[in-house]
């Protein structure tokens, strides 16, 4: 709890030593009962290659051996792996190209205790990607990405105990025809909340709906405190939210605003709205860009990481946390840049 540890290779290339594999894209999630697991798009035989679906526990001491997720045939793309944990078991979903190159469809499988077992979540014409996953209890929730109308929406469904609900859709319908991309998605309690990038003002911002619980409707989305409408840029892969225990909801993004650079933002919704954000990655200008953030909130406290990169290409993980007390200074996990 003071220090980070050595890094452990949860992949498994001795399985193929002749072969140039490779590991993208990993998700991590525990179990209700603690069980740690990983999953991850697996290239074998080059990173280009067509990607599966594969996944792994933490056995107290080491990674498992990885196990094949997805039954797509042989070099057909699964990508985009999402896990969630809760009282209805442990789900990993992703985007399956099975149905062809340009009609992606959701796939997802839950672990049985000794394998997994695969279901479809939707397989409609066009084009449905980034699937994203939440569980608490025993309500486990999908949203992704749905051009199937032409521009994004997002859609969701819920886990009915051996098969998927039929898909709603979370954002509501705006006047113009804006996309709506990059679903993030949280449960506790009953209620569900989705993030989403939308452009229905005209820029790219970050919108969050919520479903209450017992309802069958989403409510109009509510825009999170970016500078998207004063110029700044928000990353494509949106945002990622966490919901403590004390039924907080909390947001990470990354988003460039002149002249600061690329940075790592942070807000918290209380009071019936989102407070103003906090710069998490420091004061530095320029010369450094902080990406792809993820968050976690437990026990009072709330952590966030993310990528660094500065201009000579080499990549740090950071990480920073609060217990109650203010924020920690950003702080390197890797012994040494990549």
Same mark, same amino acid.
């Given at each position: 709890?003071?220090?980070?540890?050595?890094?452990?290779?949860? @992949?498994?290339?001795?399985?193929?030593?002749?072969?140039? %594999?490779?590991?993208? +894209?990993?998700?991590?999630?525990?179990?209700?009962?603690?069980?740690?697991?990983?999953? &991850?798009?697996?290239?074998?035989?080059?990173?280009?290659?067509?990607?599966?679906?594969?996944?792994? =526990?933490?056995?107290?001491?080491?990674?498992?051996?990885?196990?094949?997720?997805?039954?797509? !045939? %042989?070099?057909?793309?699964?990508?985009?792996?999402?896990?969630?944990?809760?009282?209805?078991? #442990?789900?990993?979903?992703?985007?399956?190209?099975?149905?062809?190159?340009?009609?992606?469809?959701?796939?997802?499988?839950?672990?049985?205790?000794?394998?997994? @077992?695969? =279901?479809?979540?939707?397989?409609?014409?066009?084009?449905?990607?980034?699937?994203?996953?939440?569980?608490?209890?025993?309500?486990? /929730?999908?949203?992704?990405?749905?051009?199937?109308? *032409?521009?994004?929406?997002?859609?969701?469904?819920? &886990?009915?105990?051996?098969?998927?609900?039929?898909?709603? =859709?979370?954002? @509501?319908?705006?006047?113009?025809?804006?996309? =709506?991309? +990059?679903?993030?998605?949280?449960?506790? *309690?009953?209620?569900?909340?989705?993030?989403?990038? %939308?452009?229905?003002?005209?820029?790219?911002?970050?919108?969050?709906?919520? #479903? !209450?619980?017992?309802?069958?409707?989403?409510?109009?989305?509510?825009?999170?405190?970016? &500078?998207?409408?004063?110029? $700044?840029?928000? $990353?494509?892969?949106?945002?990622?939210?966490?919901?403590?225990?004390?039924?907080? #909801?909390?947001?990470?993004? $990354?988003?460039?605003?002149?002249?600061?650079? /690329?940075?790592?933002?942070?807000?918290?919704?209380?009071?019936?709205?989102?407070?103003?954000?906090?710069?998490? @990655?420091?004061?530095?200008?320029?010369? /450094?860009?902080?990406?792809?953030?993820?968050?976690?909130?437990?026990?009072?406290?709330?952590?966030?990481?993310?990528?660094?990169?500065?201009?000579?290409?080499?990549?740090? #993980?950071?990480?920073?946390?609060?217990?109650?007390?203010?924020? $920690?200074?950003?702080?390197?996990?890797?012994?040494?840049?990549?």
């Amino acid at each position: 709890g003071a220090t980070w540890g050595a890094n452990r290779r949860v @992949s498994n290339p001795a399985a193929t030593p002749n072969r140039r %594999d490779s590991a993208t +894209a990993p998700a991590i999630a525990f179990t209700a009962a603690g069980a740690l697991f990983a999953a &991850w798009e697996h290239h074998a035989g080059a990173t280009t290659a067509p990607a599966d679906i594969y996944a792994a =526990q933490w056995t107290g001491a080491a990674w498992g051996a990885p196990q094949r997720v997805d039954a797509a !045939p %042989d070099r057909v793309r699964a990508l985009a792996p999402t896990l969630a944990g809760g009282d209805a078991g #442990l789900f990993v979903a992703w985007q399956d190209h099975r149905a062809g190159a340009a009609n992606p469809d959701i796939y997802a499988a839950r672990w049985n205790g000794a394998d997994w @077992s695969e =279901q479809v979540v939707t397989a409609a014409p066009g084009m449905q990607t980034q699937p994203a996953l939440a569980a608490a209890g025993n309500r486990v /929730r999908i949203a992704w990405q749905d051009a199937g109308a *032409g521009n994004p929406d997002i859609f969701t469904a819920t &886990w009915q105990g051996s098969a998927w609900s039929g898909a709603i =859709q979370a954002n @509501s319908v705006a006047t113009r025809t804006p996309y =709506q991309m +990059a679903p993030a998605l949280a449960s506790l *309690g009953g209620a569900t909340y989705a993030l989403f990038l %939308d452009n229905r003002q005209g820029d790219r911002e970050l919108w969050l709906s919520t #479903l !209450p619980f017992g309802a069958t409707d989403w409510t109009p989305p509510a825009r999170l405190p970016t &500078w998207a409408n004063a110029g $700044s840029d928000l $990353s494509a892969e949106g945002a990622q939210i966490a919901v403590d225990g004390a039924g907080q #909801l909390h947001a990470v993004w $990354s988003e460039y605003v002149w002249p600061y650079g /690329r940075h790592v933002y942070y807000s918290v919704y209380v009071g019936g709205k989102w407070r103003d954000p906090v710069r998490l @990655s420091g004061e530095e200008e320029g010369g /450094r860009e902080r990406i792809t953030p993820v968050i976690a909130a437990r026990g009072g406290v709330v952590a966030v990481a993310w990528t660094e990169r500065d201009n000579q290409g080499a990549v740090q #993980l950071v990480a920073a946390w609060n217990t109650g007390a203010g924020w $920690s200074a950003a702080t390197p996990v890797l012994a040494t840049p990549i």
